[in-house]
């Protein structure tokens, strides 16, 4: 098992749950609008709807690497290949971030959670992205790819869920702060080209 491939992991996860995104900036949204718990809410749902994402990979390209090497080959070189352009896309966006004025009634725990949950599970972009982004991360030659997938999937919530959460707890400081500081926005849009990138480029070295 190669634990320098999951610390790696967690440290991209982590990087990519700090940019900004319509996910974090809807749950930070809604805490402003609503109040944290509410926000947290939020959190718990899009999280739910990464495990569906997690199920789907995990038996899907499991099966595709038993039975042909030379087509997980292709899958992680259009992971490659996706996450340059998501980097481009971000390149090409402006770097203010705006939160868009929630109104209207407000939505009970339950409504938010079932709005992130389906969110999440509902966007095919997000099958893309952990299509593109699981796969150069399996970190073992013996333990079933199965294993790894969910293993990946958990830690993937699992960080996202400390920045999700702290993102809701700190919606107003966080707000205001990138309100205030133009900065902010410039640094965090390069983070993330740089982040993308850098995966990319660890998708095309890495071994099976």
Do not use: R
């Not at 992991?9 to 949204?29: C, E, H, K, R, Y």
């Not at 994402?53 to 039975?67: M, N, P, Q, R, W």
């Not at 133009?182 to 990138?197: D, E, H, P, T, Y």
């Amino acid at each position: 098992m190669n634990y320098e491939i999951l610390i790696a992991f967690i440290f991209a996860t982590a990087a990519l749950a700090i940019s900004p995104g319509p996910d974090n900036i809807f749950v930070l949204v809604q805490s402003i609008a609503n109040g944290k718990k509410y926000g947290l809410a939020t959190t718990a749902g899009l999280m739910t709807g990464c495990l569906i994402h997690t199920t789907l990979l995990a038996f899907g390209v499991s099966v595709l690497i038993k039975e042909n090497e030379s087509l997980f080959f292709i899958i992680k070189l259009f992971g490659a290949l996706y996450l340059l352009f998501l980097s481009y896309k971000v390149f090409k966006s402006d770097a203010h971030i705006d939160f868009p004025n929630q109104t209207g009634t407000k939505k009970s725990f339950g409504k938010l959670f079932q709005t992130g949950f389906w969110m999440n599970v509902l966007n095919p972009k997000v099958t893309i992205f952990f299509l593109a982004f699981f796969p150069g991360f399996l970190f073992s030659e013996s333990l079933n790819t199965v294993i790894q997938f969910y293993v990946l999937g958990f830690l993937f919530i699992g960080v996202s869920s400390i920045i999700f959460g702290s993102i809701a707890i700190l919606a107003g400081k966080i707000s205001k702060y990138i309100t205030k500081n133009s900065s902010a926005g410039v640094f965090l849009k390069w983070m993330q080209i740089m982040v993308f990138i850098s995966i990319a480029v660890y998708l095309l070295l890495s071994d099976k």
